[in-house]
């Protein structure tokens, strides 16, 4: 039985390859799950996708860890 991603729409179930990293998301209308490499950040640098659990989050916001090296060079 096929469990879309909340956000992409791809399956989630076992043997789908995105079972083992996948979140749980409950709203009002969905009771699912979110495959990772749909559940991360967005980069307050560069605007692309953070892969779940790749992130540094500072006070400013969260970063890929290249893009946050390139900030502090400045």
Request: with cysteine.
């Amino acid at each position: 039985m096929p469990s879309p991603c909340y956000y992409c729409g791809e399956d989630t179930s076992f043997g789908s390859g995105r079972f083992v990293n996948r979140l749980p998301i409950s709203t009002d209308t969905f009771d699912g799950y979110g495959c990772a490499e749909c559940s991360g950040f967005i980069c307050d640098s560069c605007g692309e996708l953070i892969y779940l659990d790749e992130e540094i989050t500072t006070e400013t916001g969260d970063y890929h860890e290249t893009c946050l090296e390139k900030l502090d060079k400045k």
